[in-house]
C-alpha cells in the first residue's frame, strides 16, 4: 500500500527556518519523481518543488533561492528545508509521489501545517 506520512510543519515567525520530511513507503522509491505541494487558505493546491530519482529538482518562482527538496533513498524519505519563510508561505504542506510510480494513481499524505506569523 502506498504510504506518505508528512512532518515537521510548526509555527514560525518571518526569516526562520522548518524543514519537513516525508516518509513514503509501497512505491519504488529510488525510481520515483517525489514531490512537495501546498495549500494555502482559500487558495488551489501548487508544486512548491520535486526532485527525480537523478537528483534534478524543480522549484516554484516564489520559493527559489530560499527551499531545498532532497531525498534520502536509504531510509525512503524526502526533505524540504525551508529557510527565510515568509507569512506567505502558510500552507499546509502535502507529500506527492507522481503515479507513474505507483499504481497510476496519485496519492497524498495527511499534510503538515506551516504557519508563518510575527
Known amino acids: 500500500q502506498v504510504q506518505l506520512v508528512e512532518s515537521g510543519g510548526g509555527l514560525v515567525q518571518p526569516g526562520q527556518s522548518l524543514r519537513l520530511s516525508c516518509a513514503a513507503s509501497?512505491?519504488?522509491?529510488?525510481?520515483?519523481?517525489m514531490g512537495w505541494y501546498r495549500q494555502a487558505p482559500g487558495k488551489q493546491r501548487e508544486l512548491v518543488a520535486n526532485i527525480n530519482s537523478g537528483g534534478n529538482t524543480n522549484y516554484a518562482d516564489s520559493v527559489k533561492g530560499r527551499f531545498t527538496i532532497s531525498r534520502d533513498n536509504t531510509k525512503n524519505t524526502v526533505s524540504l528545508q525551508m529557510n527565510s519563510l515568509k507569512p506567505e508561505d502558510t500552507a499546509v504542506y502535502y507529500c506527492n509521489v507522481d503515479p507513474r510510480f505507483t499504481d497510476g494513481q496519485t496519492y497524498w499524505g495527511q499534510g503538515t501545517q506551516v504557519t508563518v506569523s510575527s
Open positions: 509501497g512505491i519504488i522509491f529510488r525510481g520515483s519523481l
